[in-house]
Antibody
């Protein structure tokens, strides 16, 4: 059974970089067909797809965030990562990682999510 | 960007009743549509993918239908644990992958 767990700083200062890691257990991140995904949920609002990465390093990002987003994967640690640069208070959200199966179309399972607050 | 509009915003029903939730896309997504359930403090859970396929472990009372721009999630007989937030999501024209704004299913 695949499990995902987000980790990283819960508080980030404005203009700095938000950095999160998703650790995958129960299966290899190099299993073909799966895209490893980041999704966020702004406070009291809906869900926003940030982007995803394949184990080979191929990635796609939301055009609205692409200029500030870096996705990476570490197959030796079975982890993938998100960096979001130049954050503002508008980036305060619960950040989820998830397995995107069927070529990244659908998300299952999800990590429990981590609230990241952008504040000085 | 494809916009998904869910209706109603809030649905008030009693256990045992039938729930019908709608998701309308701003352009055709063929059958590239999924439904998720989210309870307070939890991550979303995949219920339905490819418009009508139940995910692993999802009870048979959940069903999805539709294609093109109009989709429906039906819960045949509501159980107490079904009262939650529901989101639809498309991956037809992307990036970006997009979600609807959600329907809250509350106990009447």
């Amino acid at each position: 059974q695949v499990r995902l767990q987000e980790s990283g700083p819960r508080l980030v200062k404005p203009s700095q970089t938000l950095s999160l890691i998703c650790s995958v257990s129960g299966d290899s991140i190099t299993r073909g067909g799966d895209y490893w995904t980041w999704i966020r949920q702004l406070p009291g609002k809906g869900l926003e797809w940030i982007g995803h990465i394949y184990y080979s390093g191929t990635s796609h990002s939301n055009p609205s965030l692409q200029s500030r987003t870096t996705l990476s994967v570490d197959t030796s640690k079975n982890q993938f990562s998100l960096k979001l640069r130049s954050v503002t208070a508008a980036d305060t959200a619960v950040y989820f990682c998830a397995r995107g199966f069927a070529g990244g179309r659908w998300f299952d399972p999800w990590g429990q999510g981590t609230l990241v607050t952008v504040s000085s | 960007e494809i916009v998904l509009t869910q209706s109603p915003g809030t649905l008030s029903l009693s256990p045992g009743e039938r729930a019908t939730l709608s998701c309308r896309a701003s352009q055709s997504v063929k059958t590239f549509l999924a439904w998720y359930q989210q309870k307070p403090g939890q991550a979303p859970r995949l219920l339905i993918y490819d418009a009508s396929n139940r995910a692993t472990g999802i009870p048979a009372r959940f069903s999805g239908s539709g294609s093109g721009t109009d989709f429906t999630l039906t819960i045949s007989r509501l159980e107490p644990e079904d009262f939650a937030l529901y989101y639809c999501q498309q991956r037809s024209d992307w990036p970006p992958i997009t979600f609807g704004q959600g329907t809250r299913l509350e106990i009447k």
